[in-house]
């Protein structure tokens, strides 16, 4: 038994449930639209990790470019 079934209707009146809803147990949701991939090169994908870069490190207390 559903608890539909027991609250009267003076009490659905009150919490704002009407007939229409009966049939509908979960309201849609408002999903965010899906954008499109961007198509990445992999001399793109190279930039983004970061492999073109300059390394540096330390030697005798000064920063040299390796």
Same mark, same amino acid.
């Given at each position: 038994?559903?608890?539909?079934?027991?609250?009267?209707?003076?009490?659905?009146? +009150?919490? !704002?449930?009407?007939?229409?809803?009966? !049939?509908?147990?979960?309201?849609?949701? @408002?999903?965010?639209?899906?954008r499109?991939?961007? +198509?990445?090169?992999? +001399?793109?994908?190279?930039?983004?990790? !970061?492999?073109?870069?300059?390394?540096?490190t330390?030697? @005798? !207390?000064?920063?040299?470019?390796?």
């Amino acid at each position: 038994m559903r608890i539909e079934h027991i609250v009267d209707s003076d009490t659905k009146a +009150r919490l !704002g449930v009407s007939v229409k809803d009966k !049939g509908n147990v979960h309201p849609k949701t @408002n999903k965010p639209k899906k954008r499109k991939q961007e +198509r990445l090169s992999e +001399r793109d994908w190279l930039e983004i990790m !970061g492999t073109n870069r300059d390394t540096y490190t330390r030697k @005798n !207390g000064a920063i040299r470019r390796k």
